[in-house]
């Protein structure tokens, strides 16, 4: 059964591998430096500074960061520092680091991890930063693993099943001859029945229910056509032992509330790449159809130039109402193109974008309906 479902050489290689950049100190330092850039300008997370003077391949130093350790939670509440605040901190850092930079903490045990507090701001809880150490295990995630990975949580953060499953099969997670229909039902029912629920209410969930859920969907859970892809095992493992480390610091801890704002900020930039896209190809197409009369023109004048004689009056009358034609549906493309342009940039909120393109597609619908006809 694993041999089905993961490529056992390749894992051990994976091991192997992250064994040796853990006791290579050099590696762990640039791992510091580039972890350091990619949040400098969070002033919430706090990465200590390296001493390259004073590092190795065998020793790294680094700025003292003793502070309150991450699962002391009795020591986090008496600073005054609301655990939920910092679970909702430690998981926002982790969707950045893995949809965003593509660079990821891949060890977030308790040892690792630190509150530290910055003192008292009036009647306020303490402010305080999220301090990460020891970079030797990192996970890097390829553009088209995150791609995956967008669709996924876009498809766990709006509740849709069918996303979800179009990300399995793009992630590479799904054996072949799959039922995708079946697998399909089942997120849904997930969705319909746990979506929404806080870490303590799925553990009251009644045994009776989940029996019944495993009898109706007997044949996939028997078959489980999963297969874990290599690149996603480190993730996989932080994620996890991420998922634990939020429960710990807050019992009530809410997945699905953190989830769906980073999955709609997801979509509002995707929507916003997709109009820039859209534009491109509109100005594409509406240069060819713009250029749509001169060249007929330019194709009749090369016919009169090589001898051609054209005596028929019946076609002269076709040629000029075909061309009638040819321009009215060169003005209701237009009008399409401007008309969905104004809906999109709409949905997008662009609003000043949105009526002048609603506005010029008026025009062109305009021309189309009282252009003379000959």
């Not at 493309?333 to 809906?343: E, K, Q």
Request: net charge negative; charged share 25%.
């Amino acid at each position: 059964p694993i041999r089905e479902r993961a490529d056992v050489p390749a894992l051990l290689r994976e091991f192997s591998a992250t064994v040796r950049e853990e006791i290579d100190y050099i590696h762990e330092a640039e791992n510091a430096e580039r972890f350091f850039e990619n949040f400098k300008d969070d002033p919430d997370v706090h990465v200590p500074r390296l001493v390259r003077s004073s590092s190795t391949l065998r020793v790294l130093t680094l700025e003292d960061v003793f502070a309150i350790k991450i699962t002391d939670y009795s020591a986090i509440t008496a600073a005054g520092i609301d655990r939920n605040d910092v679970a909702k901190k430690l998981l926002d850092t982790y969707l950045k680091q893995i949809f965003e930079d593509g660079f990821v903490h891949a060890d977030p045990h308790p040892g690792n991890l630190f509150v530290t507090p910055l003192g008292a701001d009036g009647d306020s809880p303490r402010k305080w930063k999220l301090t990460f150490v020891d970079f030797g295990m990192v996970a890097r995630v390829p553009e088209g693993v995150r791609d995956g990975l967008r669709e996924m949580l876009i498809g766990v953060g709006t509740k849709d099943s069918a996303r979800v499953v179009k990300a399995y099969q793009q992630l590479g997670m799904l054996l072949p001859g799959a039922d995708l229909k079946l697998i399909e039902q089942a997120e849904s029912q997930v969705f319909d029945r746990f979506w929404g629920m806080s870490m303590s209410e799925l553990r009251k969930t009644n045994p009776d229910e989940l029996r019944k859920f495993a009898h109706q969907y007997r044949d996939l859970i028997f078959r489980m056509p999963f297969q874990v892809p290599n690149d996603l095992i480190m993730l996989g493992r932080t994620v996890a032992i991420l998922s634990g480390m939020c429960t710990g610091l807050e019992p009530d801890f809410n997945l699905w509330n953190q989830i769906a704002p980073y999955a709609r900020k997801l979509i509002e930039k995707e929507a916003k790449t997709g109009i820039n896209d859209w534009l491109a190809e509109l100005g594409n197409v509406l240069q060819v159809l713009i250029a749509l009369p001169s060249q007929g023109s330019r194709v009749l004048a090369q016919a009169e130039g090589s001898g051609l004689m054209v005596q028929a009056p019946q076609m002269s009358r076709d040629v000029r109402s075909l061309t009638k034609s040819v321009d009215r549906l060169t003005g209701g493309l237009i009008f399409v193109c401007l008309l969905i342009g104004g809906v999109m940039f709409y949905n997008a909120e662009n609003i000043t974008y949105g009526q002048g393109l609603l506005g010029a597609a008026l025009i062109a619908l305009l021309w189309v309906l009282f252009s003379r006809k000959e």
